[in-house]
Nanobody, 120 residues
Framework: QVQLVESGGGLVQAGGSLRVSCAAS????????MSWHRQAPGKQRDMVAY???????SYADSVKGRFTISRDNAKNTVYLQMNSLKPEDTAVYYC??????????????WGQGTQVTVSS
């Protein structure tokens, strides 16, 4: 069984910084891409940042230059460093991992989400 557990969310003032983490645990054979997504009330869930197994990254236009995604493959953990936060960054942040528990096809796994609130 695989679990993705996020941590590090909270309340921060506009212009501040926050780092969220997501650790994957359980019977993991290998992890491919990892990503962060967010969902604000009444809106769809959108991808914020992606990092490949080799470390290549991509970002949503709205966070480019402010957010940085990274991963520690030895710890099966992905991070999202968020700087210059804005009230519109307020959302529940979810991590996603494409992984497999044995040789074979990969599957999508989601964390439970962590709330990030940016006050103006």
């Amino acid at each position: 069984q695989v679990q993705l557990v996020e941590s590090g969310g909270g309340l921060v003032q506009a212009g501040g910084s926050l780092r969220v983490s997501c650790a994957a645990s359980g019977s993991i054979f290998s992890i491919n891409g990892m990503s962060w997504h967010r969902q604000a009330p009444g809106k769809q869930r959108d991808m914020v940042a992606y990092i490949s197994s080799g470390g290549s990254t991509s970002y949503a236009d709205s966070v480019k230059g402010r957010f940085t995604i990274s991963r520690d493959n030895a710890k099966n953990t992905v991070y999202l460093q968020m700087n210059s936060l804005k009230p519109e960054d307020t959302a529940v942040y979810y991590c996603n991992a494409v992984l497999r528990t044995a040789p074979g096809p990969f599957s999508n796994y989601w964390g439970q989400g962590t709330q990030v609130t940016v006050s103006s």
